[in-house]
T-cell receptor, first 113, second 114 residues
Framework: EAQVTQNPRYLITVTGKKLTVTCSQN?????MSWYRQDPGLGLRQIYY???????DKGDVPEGYKVSRKEKRNFPLILESPSPNQTSLYFC????????????FGPGTRLTVT | SQQGEEDPQALSIQEGENATMNCSYK?????LQWYRQNSGRGLVHLIL?????REKHSGRLRVTLDTSKKSSSLLITASRAADTASYFC??????????????FGKGTKLSVIP
């Protein structure tokens, strides 16, 4: 089954404790991205990757890191999480750039206390 | 930055009625997409309309695009309780890196009352 998976689905952590949210797709997609969703603000793009070893900032990259060492994986790293990063996070992938249909993961609900 | 803005923010209708949601955007696009999100879940792609198309159908969905007005509408006919969800329009924009990124509006929350 074609899908995007994220782990963990739910995470409660404390300020400053480094964490990684994994994202994996099995569709051989070149393009992958991370979004955060907050009430009243909709979805905002954090980072995206056009292909292996090619990443770039989205609209809200501060406080986040990403890497793309393999085509299928695109982890999101929070080196020092803060409460304002409490949000619902989505990973998405598509055949090529953002002009194509995006396939979304199920989401990761992160709470930073 | 968000390019697409949906209207209305919330819509409540009776089952069987039609639901219309609108999206306005600011800059030229290659295509416009509509997505659906059930509460707290991942977005699901519904339909994509290219900038050279004016109307597209998929089952009970009808999407129109007016590039001169920079607007699109999504019509759901004969609505069902299962259509209750948030609906987002998404437009592509050319990034500084020369690639296209997808930007989403804030969504329309549709409630279909049985």
């Amino acid at each position: 089954e074609a899908q995007v998976t994220q782990n963990p689905r739910y995470l409660i952590t404390v300020t400053g404790k480094k964490l990684t949210v994994t994202c994996s797709q099995n569709m051989n997609h070149e393009y992958m991205s991370w979004y955060r969703q907050d009430p009243g603000l909709g979805l905002r793009q954090i980072y995206y990757s056009m292909n292996v070893e090619v990443t770039d900032k989205g609209d809200v990259p501060e406080g986040y890191k990403v890497s793309r060492k393999e085509k299928r994986n695109f982890p999101l790293i929070l080196e020092s999480p803060s409460p304002n990063q409490t949000s619902l996070y989505f990973c998405a992938s598509s055949f090529a750039s953002g002009t194509y249909e995006q396939y979304f993961g199920p989401g990761t609900r992160l709470t930073v206390t | 930055s968000q390019q697409g803005e949906e209207d209305p923010q919330a819509l409540s209708i009776q089952e069987g009625e039609n639901a219309t949601m609108n999206c306005s955007y600011k800059t030229s696009i290659n295509n416009l997409q509509w997505y659906r999100q059930n509460s707290g879940r991942g977005l699901v792609h519904l339909i994509l309309i290219r900038s050279n198309e004016r109307e597209k159908h998929s089952g009970r969905l009808r999407v129109t695009l007016d590039t001169s007005k920079k607007s699109s509408s999504l019509l759901i006919t004969a609505s069902r309780a299962a259509d209750t969800a948030s609906y987002f329009c998404a437009t592509d924009k050319l990034s500084g890196a020369g690639s296209y990124q997808l930007t989403f509006g804030k969504g329309t929350k549709l409630s279909v009352i049985p």
